[in-house]
């Protein structure tokens, strides 16, 4: 673009999971995360203390760790009480997350987001990828050793959507910084909405050793 996404925008971002758009945005410590789940995973007591952590996590009063955990889809400690097995891996694997996370900025319109950016020269799967996210476990296959990864993979599947490494951030942003005015000649209706998704990457890339983790309402 002419102008570059995100110059002259002085509004403060409003960094409240959920304060605005279709999703809500955190920057995950993985590496951090990772290194406790795996270590509790491993305990020589067994599943025990990765799921009473589990439960201390979803008994915390902090308000961004309710806020994340409102919009997750688990079962929860009356259940998870009754059953001290791999079958809540994938439960423990994303409260346990809470800790981890910092709020940021969130897409404001994901889906016209997704919708918009073929028309701009993205293939569909790299526009889906950028509006949803990579599959989770991915993200746990980039730092799980192989024996966690097979443990959580039959509970995992796919279909849990939610993550960008940094390397999909910087792609996206000089893909971003390339586009000139021409490109939005039949499309204007698209500017605020790359302007927007450039503020939000941009933003996230500020926490380099941090991955962008998005959940929708």
Same mark, same amino acid.
């Given at each position: ?10 509004? @403060?971002?409003? *960094? ?44 915390? &009063?902090?308000? *961004?760790? &309710? @806020? ?32 981890? %996370? ?6 404001? !319109?994901?889906?016209?987001? =997704? ?10 799967? #790299?526009?889906? &990828?950028? !509006? =949803?996210?990579?599959?989770? %476990? ?14 959580? *993979? ?12 940094? #390397? ?28 927007? !998704?450039? @503020?939000?990457? @941009? ?8 991955? *962008? ?5």
């Amino acid at each position: 673009m002419a102008t570059e996404p995100g110059h002259g925008v002085t509004e @403060e971002p409003n *960094l409240r999971a959920g304060a605005l758009g279709e999703t809500s945005s955190w920057m995950l410590d993985a590496i951090g995360f990772h290194h406790e789940f795996e270590a509790l995973l491993d305990a020589p007591n067994g599943l025990v203390p990765l799921r009473d952590r589990a439960v201390a996590v979803w008994d915390s &009063r902090d308000q *961004l760790t &309710r @806020e994340y955990l409102g919009l997750l889809s688990v079962a929860g400690p009356d259940e998870w009480s009754y059953a001290c097995d791999d079958s809540n891996l994938v439960d423990w694997y994303r409260v346990l997350m809470a800790p981890h %996370l910092t709020p940021t900025r969130s897409l404001r !319109a994901p889906a016209t987001l =997704r919708r918009g950016l073929p028309a701009l020269g993205w293939h569909a799967t #790299e526009a889906r &990828r950028l !509006a =949803r996210g990579r599959e989770l %476990l991915t993200l746990a296959e980039r730092h799980l050793a192989s024996s966690s990864i097979e443990r959580l *993979l039959p509970r995992f599947g796919w279909g849990h959507k939610g993550w960008l490494s940094q #390397e999909d951030l910087a792609s996206a942003i000089t893909k971003m910084r390339s586009l000139d005015r021409q490109s939005f000649r039949d499309c204007q209706d698209l500017v605020p909405v790359i302007e927007d !998704a450039f @503020e939000v990457f @941009e933003s996230a890339t500020r926490k380099p050793d941090h991955v *962008l983790l998005t959940l929708p309402h």
